[in-house]
């Protein structure tokens, strides 16, 4: 059964800052922002009512939605939109350096030419050779064809099990000696009766040695079947989710809580892969700039080493599921994918600063009232299908 949780808005584009790839400030000014694209302000206006958007922005929002403000509903046509020349002037003068700088890219340019440069850029970080799946158990391979990486995959399934298997024995620490191992064995008393206390002795021993072998056998059997878990790592999980993220966004209280102490706060899933060598992405969740009630919801593409052979842009369903665990009661959003929308290029960065999904995704108090939260999580199901 869907139903709904208060969304506001449609689906929308939104931007971030990965802090990791710039020594520029992390977050946008929100003077310099529009609340609809969330990005810089490309051709500012002001409208009659005081709000700046992005002049492409506003007008297809009138078009499209509603005659009135995005930010307080007031009347507002085409008419009401006036060009912001000194907001223009301040952001065509800023200066920002090329995330590719520390590849040599020297270039310093506006904020708002830095898509399409870094679309360009002649220093982009170059793509190696595909390796196989299975390098960080060891396994060499790699190929300048995706297929030839398939055709490994399958042939060497055998060689490959025993990579994994020689890789968890190698960090088996085989600690298991004891005081009692330790000790040498005392021989029986000469004065005593000769063979029969020998044989006796020799027994107890055998039956002892015997026991600490098959301890150490079970322990061992123990440790290889948790290193055997563990090597299964995020990564191999990742490759194998056939594109469907299953997000448990635990301590949800606590998180709501600190996102509102503060707006730049944001989290972020764990990484999927829609096959072993496609597309890569997560999704994050903010508190909404524009309605503090509720969350924002964005999906992100991230970079990979599969990212030279794939088709770009991404074209796909985008399918967001909200699941309440207890009634079988799910709420359904499906996004279709938009080829003129940077959000779905070629990242350049770890993560694409640029995301799709919604600005105003849910009202938290409906969310807890209609018991979507469940022991302090919001089970979320995210789907990428390519089309």
């Known amino acids: 059964m869907a139903t709904s949780i208060g969304r506001r808005a449609s689906a929308q584009e939104a931007t971030i800052q990965v802090e990791t790839k710039s020594d520029e400030p992390s977050q ?3 003077r310099f922002e529009c609340p609809i694209c969330i990005y810089w302000l490309n051709e500012p206006v002001l409208t009659s009512c005081g709000h700046r958007f992005c002049k492409k922005c506003i007008t297809s929002w009138i078009k499209n939605k509603t005659n009135c403000c995005p930010i307080d509903n007031k009347p507002l046509t085409e008419n009401d939109l006036f060009p912001d020349n000194f907001t223009r002037r301040e952001i065509q003068n800023m200066r920002k350096s090329c995330p590719n700088s ?22 982009r970080e170059r793509i ?6 299975f390098r960080q158990c060891g396994c060499t391979f790699k190929a300048n064809a995706q297929s030839e990486i398939d055709a490994h995959v399958q042939e060497e399934m055998a060689s490959h099990l025993n990579l994994l298997m020689a890789s968890f024995k190698q960090n088996i620490s085989f ?22 206390d020998l044989l006796k002795a020799l027994y107890e021993r055998i039956v002892v040695l015997e026991q ?32 469907v993220l299953v997000w448990q966004i635990t301590q949800f209280h606590s998180k709501i809580k600190s996102m509102r102490a503060d707006p730049n706060k944001m989290y972020y899933s764990n990484e999927v892969f829609t096959s072993p060598h496609g597309y890569r992405f997560c999704a994050r969740i903010k508190i909404s700039p524009e309605m503090k009630d509720h969350i924002g919801l964005h999906i992100h593409l991230m970079r990979s080493d599969n990212d030279f052979h794939l088709d770009w842009p991404f074209r796909g369903r985008i399918r967001i599921s909200t699941i309440h665990r207890n009634l079988n009661e799910t709420r359904h959003e499906t996004i279709m994918s938009k080829p003129d929308i940077l959000a779905f290029h070629r990242p350049t960065q770890e993560i694409s600063p640029r995301g799709f999904g919604f600005v105003d995704y849910a009202n938290i108090s409906e969310l807890i009232n209609k018991g979507f939260i469940i022991m302090d999580t919001l089970s979320l199901k995210i789907e990428l299908n390519i089309v």
């Not at 190696?128 to 799946?133: L, S, V, W, Y």
């Not at 064995?185 to 029969?196: F, I, L, R, V």
């Open 28 to 30: 946008l000014e929100s």
């Open 102 to 123: 520390s590849f040599g890219c020297q270039i310093s340019i506006s904020p708002l030419a830095m898509d399409t440069h870094i679309l360009e850029c002649s220093f």
């Open 128 to 133: 190696p050779a595909i390796e196989c799946t």
């Open 175 to 196: 600690e298991f000696k004891s005081i009692e191992e330790n000790k040498l064995w005392d021989a029986p008393n000469k004065n005593t009766n000769g063979t029969e």
């Open 212 to 243: 600490q072998n098959r301890e150490k056998d079970a322990k061992i059997d123990k440790l290889t079947l948790d290193m055997s878990k563990a090597c299964l790592s995020s990564d191999i999980l990742a490759r194998y989710s056939n594109g």
